[in-house]
């Protein structure tokens, strides 16, 4: 079964609206949780890197205080994305990583963002 | 700056072709090599990892191995069938805890 849930699925909004998006490890703990972006025909690009209980690290040109990332907790990370515009519809998608594990990185479903 | 090159971008094959998807990455420093799937508006499903210090891994119809030093990698699918549709993708990392770079993936789809 699913090892990590990501919700919504889908969003469909008017521009200028903030949208979470919620990334939950079930039945781990994750040391890391990974933000990454896919447009259309594109590969996914990271975003930004959240461990636990810090500040996330953004990847050059991802602006920090346009998508707010927050990991409270080893089983969630939330990507907020403040007054988003028509160019921020786009693929989201997490994907996390267990402690002291060799195992690969799990990874959500996905959230289809689409700004109107 | 690791970059993973996946080329064709898209390849259509008759079911029951055996086909061979490549991957290629600039820097050998790797920790693993990661092949997934994904299908149309979905998220990933892993299909199989390798770690540098291994050459191949199979499960089942597939087998995927690793050259490190030339920095390529390829997935073998044997026998295809029309529910192998999906969008390959390969991505590379250089730790136990790090990003994955990938590959803007290979679009597959098996004819009837």
């Known amino acids: 079964g699913a090892v990590v849930s990501q919700h919504p699925s889908w969003v469909i909004c008017k521009s200028g609206t903030s949208v979470k998006i919620e990334c939950r490890s079930l039945?781990?703990?994750?040391?890391?949780m990974f933000w990454y972006r896919q447009f259309p025909k594109q590969s996914l690009m990271l975003m930004a890197t959240?461990?636990?209980?810090?500040?996330?690290?953004?990847e050059q040109g991802v602006e920090k205080d346009k998508f707010l990332i927050n990991h409270a907790s080893l089983t969630l990370s939330t990507l907020t994305v403040t007054s988003a515009h028509p160019e921020d519809s786009s693929f989201y998608i997490c994907?996390?990583?267990?402690?002291?594990?060799?195992?690969?990185?799990?990874f959500g479903d996905g959230t289809r963002l689409s700004i109107l | 700056k690791q970059e993973v090159t996946q080329i064709p971008a898209a390849l259509s094959v008759p079911e029951g072709e055996n086909l061979v998807l490549n991957c290629s990455f600039t820097?050998?420093?790797?920790?693993?090599l990661q092949w997934f799937r994904q299908d149309p508006g979905k998220g990933l499903t892993s299909l199989l990892l390798i770690q540098s210090s291994q050459r191949e891994q199979t499960s089942g119809r597939l087998n995927a191995s690793l050259d490190k030093s030339s920095g390529r990698s390829t997935l073998y699918i044997a026998a295809s069938q029309p529910g192998d549709s999906a969008t390959y993708l390969c991505?590379?990392?250089?730790?136990?805890?790090?990003?994955?770079?990938f590959g803007k993936g290979i679009t597959l789809s098996v004819r009837p």
């Open positions: 039945d781990f703990q994750a040391t890391t």
């Open positions: 959240s461990n636990e209980g810090s500040k996330a690290t953004y």
């Open positions: 991505a590379v990392s250089t730790g136990a805890n790090s990003k994955l770079t």
């Open positions: 820097d050998s420093a790797i920790y693993n």
């Open positions: 994907s996390v990583t267990i402690r002291d594990s060799n195992q690969p990185q799990h």
